[in-house]
């Protein structure tokens, strides 16, 4: 006999949320207006944080019980052009409390300035500077703005997607003043001009050069003609 309280069909139960969904989630649940979204791709989350929130998130995500990252394992910058704010800046994260990788962004102009976090990680300093250096953003509190992987008179950014690929100016050592000196960029060959019709004939104007000849010649012996109709 059954039972006329037993309901026909049970409740569907809801899905698991991934637990490390539910983790990010309480971390951007402190920040609601400056942690504009998150992302978490494999084992790894990813924070996308406004600039004026910056020093308080990384300061939370390296000093809170729950986050523990404490290890700034690098800084690096991405630009897109088309974008109103072309760069991204981009911090890695190690927590090895907790066993956790955390990817921090912000977005930033050619003329805005991000706040740096050497005062968080000591390691900040070197890693703004390449920053710097490769993209030419600018960081509010970083004390060196040297350059630190061009030299001192390079002129511009070279990771950013509009520099030349020849650069600006082209430096060497001039014998007479035995120093070297900087000058314009000087080709004294069209790198531009291949045809890859023949790697004897790339850069000249000699039509003929030696072993040219090899291409058109048949041998003597041992070589027939054939109908490949046939």
């Known amino acids: 006999m059954v039972d006329s309280t037993t309901p026909a069909a049970s409740v569907a139960e809801e899905p698991v949320k991934d637990p490390l969904v539910v983790y990010a989630e309480g971390i951007q649940a402190k920040f609601p207006d400056g942690i504009l979204s998150f992302s978490t791709k494999g084992q790894e989350l990813v924070f996308h944080v406004t600039r004026e929130a910056l020093l308080a998130v990384m300061a939370y995500l390296r000093d809170a019980d729950e986050t523990q990252f404490r290890q700034l394992i690098d800084i690096c910058g991405v630009d897109y052009p088309n974008r109103p704010e072309r760069f991204e800046v981009v911090y890695q994260l190690l927590s090895m409390r907790h066993n956790l990788r955390a990817r921090v962004k912000v977005t930033t102009d050619e003329e805005t300035p991000v706040a740096s976090v050497a005062s968080l990680f000591s390691a900040a300093g070197w890693f703004e500077r390449e920053t710097w250096d490769m993209y030419g953003i600018m960081f509010d509190g970083l004390a060196d703005h040297r350059r630190i992987l061009t030299d001192y008179g390079f002129d511009g950014h070279p990771l950013r997607k509009d520099f030349p690929l ?60 054939t109908d490949r109709n046939a």
């Open 166 to 225: 020849t650069g600006h100016v082209e430096v060497h050592y001039d014998p007479v003043q035995k120093r070297v000196v900087y000058g314009p960029v000087s080709l004294p060959q069209d790198f531009r001009v291949f045809d890859n019709l023949s790697p004897w004939e790339a850069l000249t104007d000699v039509q003929s050069l030696p072993g040219d000849e090899k291409a058109n010649s048949k041998p003597k012996i041992g070589w027939k003609e």
